[in-house]
Nanobody, 128 residues
Framework: QVQLVESGGGLVQAGGSLRLSCAASGRTFSNYAMGWFRQAPGKEREIVARISGGGGNTDYEDSAKGRLTISRDNAKNTVYLQMNSLKPEDTAVYYC?????????????????????WGQGTQVTVSS
């Protein structure tokens, strides 16, 4: 069982930056591939970025490339999402998610159903 708690959301002007954190409970955090999703009002939850358990394998959706960076510190049981050059369309609730995989070099999938554990979400609002 893994419990996830996000933090770091807030209100920021367009062009600004935020760093989201997701703290995980439990042991062997490196066995879990992690993902950051977001859900805007009236829209489905969508993947933003993914990272393998070991941290060496990452992937981004086109909307995030060049602006968002996913990383993790397994010693601290924490995954991060650094968000730069924020746009109003980035406004959403951001969720981290975890799935245990057989290898820590593989990423999780891109779908909501590919993950077993979810945080409660943190609101990011970007004003124009």
């Amino acid at each position: 069982q893994v419990q996830l708690v996000e933090s770091g959301g807030g209100l920021v002007q367009a062009g600004g930056s935020l760093r989201l954190s997701c703290a995980a409970s439990g042991r062997t955090f490196s066995n879990y591939a992690m993902g950051w999703f977001r859900q805007a009002p009236g829209k489905e939850r969508e993947i933003v970025a993914r990272i393998s358990g070991g941290g060496g394998n990452t992937d981004y959706e086109d909307s995030a490339k060049g602006r968002l960076t996913i990383s993790r510190d397994n010693a601290k049981n924490t995954v991060y999402l650094q968000m730069n050059s924020l746009k109003p369309e980035d406004t959403a609730v951001y969720y981290c998610a975890a799935v245990r995989l057989y290898t820590n070099s593989a990423r999780g999938g891109r779908r909501v159903q590919d993950y077993d554990y979810w945080g409660q979400g943190t609101q990011v609002t970007v004003s124009s």
